[in-house]
């Protein structure tokens, strides 16, 4: 059966947010970052979200967010790093679209998010931001984590060290059979 949403999942700084929207222009689809409505939602942003109300809480308004975004038509929809952990989030992704998983080395994570101050996740549980080591560590321990959620993606590209063009090239490719 042909979908009408294409999914991106992958970790943090793996290329969904810049991919998305040139992947959606690609084929016609409209975009929607699920971490950008949620901040739309609640009035701030996610960084606060996660440092006032907690993990938990977040997790529960993206679920609702993924809930609305499901009933859409012809959209490419970036997923938050952690979306597809929820074992009714990585169904629901499932049943209603084509899942996509941009792989990233660790390494080539690191690079993209070492000087980024806004990923809650690559705090300390003071709100610091981790140095490098630690920050290495924590992302190898999250990826290691998510996999098994990433791995049972209906496409898996990776996107190290590739032109974003290219990326976009291939995931059309792949998934053209696939879409209306």
Same mark, same amino acid.
């Given at each position: +059966?042909?979908?009408?949403?294409?999914?991106?999942?992958?970790? +943090?700084?793996?290329?969904?947010?810049?991919?998305?929207?040139?992947?959606?222009?690609?084929?016609?689809?409209? &975009?929607?970052?699920?971490?950008?409505?949620?901040?739309?939602?609640?009035?701030?942003?996610?960084?606060?979200?996660?440092?006032?109300?907690?993990?938990?809480? &977040?997790?529960?308004?993206?679920?609702?967010?993924?809930?609305?975004?499901?009933?859409?038509?012809?959209?490419?929809?970036?997923?938050?790093?952690?979306?597809?952990?929820?074992?009714?989030?990585?169904?629901?992704?499932?049943?209603?679209?084509?899942?996509?998983?941009?792989?990233?080395?660790?390494?080539?994570?690191?690079?993209?998010?070492?000087?980024?101050?806004?990923?809650?996740?690559?705090?300390?549980?003071?709100?610091?931001?981790?140095?490098?080591?630690?920050?290495?560590?924590?992302?190898?321990? +999250?990826?290691?984590?998510?996999?098994? &959620?990433?791995?049972?993606?209906?496409?898996?590209?990776?996107?190290?060290?590739?032109?974003?063009?290219?990326?976009?090239?291939?995931?059309?490719?792949?998934?053209?059979?696939?879409?209306?």
């Amino acid at each position: +059966m042909k979908k009408q949403i294409v999914y991106l999942t992958g970790f +943090m700084g793996s290329g969904k947010s810049t991919i998305g929207p040139i992947l959606a222009n690609t084929i016609g689809y409209e &975009f929607v970052d699920v971490d950008k409505q949620i901040e739309t939602n609640e009035r701030r942003v996610v960084n606060e979200i996660f440092s006032t109300d907690g993990e938990k809480y &977040f997790r529960e308004v993206e679920q609702g967010v993924l809930d609305d975004v499901s009933k859409l038509r012809w959209v490419v929809v970036s997923l938050g790093g952690g979306t597809v952990t929820r074992a009714e989030n990585l169904q629901l992704v499932k049943n209603s679209g084509v899942l996509i998983y941009l792989k990233a080395d660790p390494i080539q994570i690191l690079q993209r998010l070492r000087y980024k101050t806004d990923r809650p996740l690559l705090k300390g549980k003071d709100g610091l931001p981790l140095n490098e080591e630690q920050m290495m560590e924590r992302i190898r321990w +999250m990826i290691h984590d998510r996999d098994r &959620f990433y791995s049972q993606a209906d496409v898996v590209v990776k996107t190290d060290d590739k032109k974003i063009g290219l990326t976009v090239d291939e995931i059309v490719k792949r998934i053209r059979n696939r879409i209306e």
